[in-house]
């Protein structure tokens, strides 16, 4: 929230991913916001300097309104943040922001999250206990 304003920005952003040059990225948020804002994405060089885009500019959402951005990295970026910038007196608020490759995951991304389980030296008891565990809540193995 902004309650005054004479110049400068309110930036909501999450840390520095690293990211593959050339590769094409997809940036999803929901927003709601009683005045203007835009999306800036602010990459960083291998050489450590900065490169600032401008992917949207955002009209006012009463009520949680989704975004979707292609990004395509360019040649000698090594990582990236999105600004969601707030540059005038008004309330701002993002949820559910992610940034995703759908080309790195064999082309597509994944319809269900996904989660491993690691067991450590494939032990009888392990083949015994977990693996009955497992099926009986749906959960797909492949160490049996």
């Given at each position: 929230?902004?309650?005054?304003?004479?110049?400068?920005?309110?930036?909501?952003?999450?840390?520095?991913?690293?990211?593959?040059?050339?590769?094409?990225?997809?940036?999803?948020?929901?927003?709601?916001?009683?005045?203007?804002?835009?999306?800036?994405?602010?990459?960083?060089?291998?050489?450590?300097?900065?490169?600032?885009?401008?992917?949207?500019?955002?009209?006012?959402?009463?009520?949680?309104?989704?975004?979707?951005?292609?990004?395509?990295?360019?040649?000698?970026?090594?990582?990236?943040?999105?600004?969601?910038?707030?540059?005038q007196v008004?309330?701002?608020?993002?949820?559910?922001?992610?940034?995703?490759?759908?080309?790195?995951?064999?082309?597509?991304?994944?319809?269900?999250?996904?989660?491993?389980?690691?067991f450590d030296?494939?032990?009888?008891?392990?083949?015994?206990?977990?693996?009955?565990?497992?099926?009986?809540?749906?959960?797909?193995?492949?160490?049996?």
């Amino acid at each position: 929230m902004v309650t005054a304003y004479t110049d400068g920005d309110s930036k909501w952003y999450f840390n520095d991913v690293s990211v593959i040059e050339n590769e094409t990225y997809v940036y999803d948020v929901q927003y709601k916001s009683d005045a203007p804002s835009k999306l800036t994405v602010r990459y960083t060089t291998s050489s450590g300097g900065y490169i600032y885009s401008e992917i949207a500019n955002l009209d006012p959402a009463a009520s949680w309104t989704h975004v979707e951005k292609q990004i395509t990295i360019p040649s000698g970026v090594t990582s990236l943040t999105v600004f969601h910038i707030l540059a005038q007196v008004g309330n701002l608020s993002i949820d559910e922001a992610f940034l995703s490759n759908p080309g790195a995951i064999l082309g597509t991304p994944f319809a269900n999250g996904m989660l491993t389980f690691s067991f450590d030296d494939g032990w009888l008891s392990q083949k015994d206990n977990a693996i009955p565990l497992l099926n009986a809540k749906g959960i797909k193995e492949t160490f049996g």
